[in-house]
Structure formats: structure tokens, C-alpha cells
């Protein structure tokens, strides 16, 4: 027998039960221009922070995990700030 054997038991959905298109749909929708996808988020870092592992004190790592969202940029700064007051190379005593 040659008739066709695919499987074309797929329920009908009628296109009256599509769901209405909000202004939170069209938010969240890629956007083209011409053939372009429109990149959406935060634009690349002039600058690319350098990822590393640190062993830090657990106190100094939940004081500043409790100041919030941010807390990593935040011990950034304070970082930058050691370095502006004491120098780049300048070593502490050994422990």
C-alpha cells in the first residue's frame, strides 16, 4: 500500500484562542532592524572586569552582602580607594 503514513492526528486550534497581544508582549518582543536583531540589556564594558577567586573573612564577605544588591561593585570601590590611600605597591608586613 502506498498511502501516506504520516501522523496527522494534531488537534485544531483555532486561531480565535490565540492569546491578545498587550503592550507587556510587544516589551518583551525582538525588535529588527531590516535583517538585524536589536541587541536589548546593558551595552559591552569599555573595560572588562577580570574574573578571579579570592579567600576572603567570612565577616568582611556578609558585611558587604548585606548592603544589598551591588555589594561586589561596592567592595570594588573600597578596593580602588585602599589603593589610591596606601599606593599600588606597597606591601603590608607578613602575618
Request: hydrophobic content about 30%; overall charge negative; cysteine-free.
Amino acid at each position: 500500500m502506498s498511502a501516506n503514513k504520516r501522523n496527522i492526528d494534531s488537534s485544531w486550534i483555532d486561531p480565535d484562542d490565540a492569546p491578545e497581544l498587550t503592550d507587556e508582549f510587544f516589551e518583551q518582543a525582538d525588535e529588527y532592524r531590516g535583517d538585524t536583531l536589536v541587541r536589548r540589556g546593558r551595552h559591552k564594558a569599555g573595560t572588562v572586569k577580570e574574573r578571579i577567586t579570592v579567600r576572603l573573612d567570612p565577616g568582611v564577605v556578609s558585611a558587604f552582602r548585606e548592603t544589598g544588591p551591588g555589594w561586589q561593585t561596592r567592595m570594588n570601590q573600597a578596593l580602588r580607594v585602599y589603593l589610591s590611600e596606601h599606593g599600588a605597591h606597597e606591601k603590608e608586613p607578613s602575618r
